[in-house]
């Protein structure tokens, strides 16, 4: 099915470990977009990647990185994870020529940082 | 910078109760409008969308107009169902430089029909 396809779809690590999410998607689409869920707090922009090549910092950026692999994969990395960085993470996409059209969402990474 | 307030949760309905959601926004410009809804354990989905005022946007039984006089969008269903439990998200979309479009959501609301 075509989608956004997030891996893995759930992580425990320990403080000071690192990881990186991996999203790809089929869709042909130019943007992409890392969100962090927390309760109470809906949705916040981590990065985005308006197209191949380019990255940008959202709202909540600070212990993460990322990296525009090319049109189809955009990954998320945590350095040295922390507790505050447990919450789901969910990888977006859309169509920059479509930007009234919304973003299709992968299923989520459920972290856990003990 | 652009936000959306929705309405704080829970909410808890009966089945075929009639569910109002409050959405109100703030931007600067004419923004595109959506509702999603995540099911428990997944990810959002789009329920519906409206991209200028006094369009109606509809799916499922749900509507929502874009009322830019109000700068309101406020999600409706005259009868809901046990299926339609989740949590529901308000968001809007607008143009962040070239061409690029970013989302800024809402808070959610969780939705709970009981039988």
């Known amino acids: 099915n075509a989608g956004v396809t997030q891996t893995p779809k759930f992580q425990v690590l320990k403080t000071g470990q690192s990881m990186t999410l991996q999203c790809a998607q089929d869709?042909?689409?130019?943007?992409m977009y890392w969100y962090r869920q927390d309760p109470g707090m809906g949705l916040r922009l981590i990065y985005y990647s308006a197209s191949e090549g380019t990255t940008d910092k959202g709202e909540v950026p600070n212990g993460y990185n990322v990296s525009r692999l090319n049109k189809r994969e955009f990954s998320l990395r945590l350095e040295s994870a922390a507790p505050s960085q447990t919450s789901v993470y969910f990888c977006?996409?859309?169509?920059?020529?479509?930007?009234?059209?919304?973003?299709?969402f992968g299923s989520g990474t459920r972290l856990t940082v003990v | 910078g652009n936000s959306v307030t929705q309405m704080e949760g829970p909410v808890t309905l009966s089945e075929e109760a009639f569910l109002t959601i409050n959405c109100t926004y703030t931007?600067?410009?004419?923004?595109?409008l959506f509702w999603y809804v995540q099911y428990p354990g997944e990810g959002l989905q789009l329920l519906l969308k409206a991209t200028k005022a006094d369009d109606k946007g509809s799916n499922k039984g749900f509507e929502a107009t874009y009322r830019k006089e109000t700068t309101s969008f406020h999600l409706e269903k005259g009868s809901v169902q046990v299926s339609d439990s989740a949590v529901y998200f308000c968001a809007l979309s607008m143009n962040s430089g070239g061409s690029n479009y970013k989302l800024t959501f809402g808070k959610g609301t969780l939705l709970t029909v009981n039988p």
């Open positions: 869709m042909n689409h130019n943007s």
């Open positions: 931007a600067t410009g004419y923004p595109s």
């Open positions: 977006a996409s859309s169509d920059r020529s479509q930007g009234t059209y919304g973003y299709t």
